[in-house]
């Protein structure tokens, strides 16, 4: 069974910060760990995802994850946000041998102050 | 570029009217997905569909209908709308079923009064 943990409803900093957006899994074998972004009143955007090779993941915006088997985390990072990377956050985990369905966490809502 | 389109917007419908939301997508992907996403609940599969006329359940299947006539098409039916009931629903297509990216739509608005 596949589940996806996002421990932090709501998250809010200041313009110009650095943010970590927390996500842990659980997993019976190979995955695919993906972050996905929701503007206000919008669908979801993909953002980036990890299956193999160098842990660090490069996405778009400056945005990255670092995925970690010990912590069984997959965790966003940006160095310095920006007043539009206001939105909600949701990780997801996805298996080939589940023909690939994205199961979600419960999403992160990342607000900026000015 | 492609785009994936959710019709209607918005819906109002009264409690036990069977409702229809439509998608459609112009990618020429083989799998669709309908969502229902509730305030603080993250999103949740309905159905899915892995190819034309392919049709999966996914956890919250009861009180739901889908149907995939077309590769570019997935349509979602409330069976019966329970009063005071709002939701959004998100459908998706991704190219295949092996874990390859989501494109999803911006959303259907479910008001049931």
């Known amino acids: 069974t596949q589940t996806v943990s996002q421990s932090d409803a709501h998250v809010t900093v200041f313009e110009g910060d650095s943010v970590e957006l927390r996500c842990n899994y659980s997993y019976g074998g190979s995955i695919y760990l993906s972050w996905y972004i929701q503007h206000h009143g919008r669908g979801l955007q993909f953002l980036l995802k990890y299956y193999s090779g160098n842990p660090v993941v490069q996405g778009v915006n400056g945005f990255k994850a670092e995925f970690s088997k010990s912590d069984s985390s997959f965790h966003l990072r940006k160095a310095s946000v920006h007043w539009s990377d206001s939105a909600v956050y949701f990780c997801?985990?996805?298996?080939?041998?589940?023909?690939?369905?994205?199961?979600f966490g419960q999403g992160t809502k990342l607000s900026i102050k000015p | 570029g492609g785009i994936i389109t959710q019709t209607p917007k918005f819906l109002i419908g009264q409690e036990g009217q069977k409702l229809t939301l439509k998608c459609q997508q112009n990618f020429n992907h083989d799998t669709m997905y309908w969502y229902r996403q509730d305030s603080g609940k993250g999103l949740r599969l309905i159905y899915y569909?892995?190819?034309?006329?392919?049709?999966q359940k996914g956890d919250l299947s009861e009180g739901y209908d889908a149907s995939r006539e077309k590769k570019s098409s997935f349509s979602l039916t409330v069976t019966s709308a329970q009063k005071n009931e709002m939701a959004v629903f998100l459908c998706a297509s991704s190219m295949d079923s092996g874990g390859s990216d989501y494109t999803f739509g911006s959303g259907t608005r479910l008001l049931v009064i």
């Open positions: 997801a985990v996805s298996a080939n041998y589940n023909q690939g369905k994205l199961i």
């Open positions: 569909s892995i190819t034309e006329n392919d049709l």
